[in-house]
């Protein structure tokens, strides 16, 4: 080897090793580095008074490999975070106690007062309810212990649920007209809810027929009690009357059921005692029992007055004006005391007409 080939390798060498260094810096620390660097081989070449010797270093063929080693290392590192970290939660949660405050439960309805509990991460139980009017049935009135109490997790909480208003027994509606139902329910504070109506045969209109709740059961005090209340019988129509006299038109009437009432009314068309009209009309959808009013003729408006001659004074006008004939009084000199009719104009018997005026004489 020349003199000038010897001064050349030890740079050369140590130009390598700087390579060496600088590619095992990007590596872990944990893997040595006599494992990154691979053996040097030296390629000889001839010698030449001109040439240093070459030193080639070969590429490195285990980047993949490394990365993969890396990259389990990492998720062992991570596995065993994760692990050491559920381990502390589990021992913070189970081993160590937890304390809690009982939440505002009072006055809510026993499905919410439970959720806000349990969520609280306590155990929730309902003891026995209690009747009260004070509160709805269903919502909490007392927990125990009470709200504000400092607690563990997992403690036990007792909720007393509102049953609502207590029990009371209902008296017999049935025969009672509406307003005496009203007044039973209301002596054992209970109160008459709705009124379902219909038409009954047995039953007047207005008395209870059935009722919602029977007798001797149980509601809760200040609730409403419906009932079924008749309207009296089915409607039936309404025969005719007009035509009729008035006697066969009175029993047609009270034959089917209906009250008659009877008014009477001058008529140049219709004979005396015959039904001039009726209310309501025939085929009118009537109950029985209700009234059906006829007007009877008087015939036409021209008759013979009567005799007024004899009657007391206040006693003629009367008769006189229900004849719709016209009163008028003339009082005899020394006429004194309970007076009565002397005379009159026209006399007894002489045809007259409505509204015709009748003098009476009185002493």
Same mark, same amino acid.
Request: glycine share 10%.
């Given at each position: ?43 000889? @070449? ?7 010797? *070459? ?26 975070? =994760?692990?050491?970290? &559920? ?35 306590? @155990? ?24 504000? *109490? ?23 509606? =049935? ?12 002596? @054992? ?8 109506? =219909? ?6 209109? &207005? ?75 025939? &085929? ?6 209700? *009234? ?47 007076? *009565? ?9 002489? =045809?007259?007409?409505? &509204? ?8």
């Amino acid at each position: 080897m020349t003199e000038k080939q010897r001064e050349l390798r030890p740079e050369s060498a140590a130009e390598a090793r700087r390579d060496l260094d600088a590619e095992a810096s990007t590596l872990p620390d944990a893997a040595p580095l006599a494992s990154l660097v691979p053996e040097v081989s030296v390629i000889p @070449v001839e010698v030449s008074p001109a040439r240093a010797t *070459t030193v080639t270093i070969p590429r490195q063929q285990t980047g993949k490999h490394e990365r993969r080693r890396v990259s389990r290392w990492l998720l062992g590192l991570l596995v065993l975070l =994760v692990a050491l970290g &559920g381990a502390a939660w589990g021992s913070w949660r189970y081993l160590i106690p937890h304390e809690v405050d009982v939440p505002t439960v009072i006055g809510l309805p026993e499905a919410e007062a439970q959720r806000r509990l349990e969520t609280a991460g306590l @155990v929730v139980r309902t003891g026995g309810g209690r009747y009260t009017t004070a509160e709805p049935q269903g919502i909490v009135l007392r927990v125990q212990p009470p709200e504000g *109490t400092t607690l563990e997790e997992g403690d036990r909480v007792t909720l007393i649920v509102s049953l609502g208003p207590p029990p009371v027994d209902v008296p017999n509606l =049935v025969g009672l007209t509406i307003a005496e139902a009203g007044a039973a329910l209301k002596d @054992v504070r209970l109160k008459l809810g709705e009124i379902d109506r =219909v038409y009954s045969e047995n039953f007047v209109a &207005g008395q209870i027929i059935r009722q919602f709740v029977p007798e001797g059961d149980q509601a809760p005090q200040g609730s409403a009690i419906d009932v079924v209340a008749s309207d009296g019988p089915a409607p039936i129509a309404v025969p005719r009357a007009t035509g009729l006299t008035q006697g066969q038109a009175t029993s047609a009437l009270q034959t089917t059921g209906f009250h008659v009432e009877v008014d009477e009314k001058y008529s140049d068309e219709v004979d005396a005692g015959i039904v001039i009209s009726q209310r309501p009309i025939k &085929g009118a959808q009537l109950q029985p029992g209700q *009234t059906v009013t006829i007007v009877v003729s008087l015939g036409p408006p021209q008759f013979p007055v009567p005799s007024f001659v004899g009657m007391g004074r206040d006693a003629a006008i009367v008769k006189i004006r229900s004849l719709d004939l016209v009163p008028e009084v003339i009082e005899l000199p020394g006429a004194v005391g309970d007076l *009565t009719v002397a005379s009159q104009l026209p006399i007894g018997g002489t =045809v007259v007409r409505v &509204g015709t005026t009748i003098t009476i004489y009185v002493a």
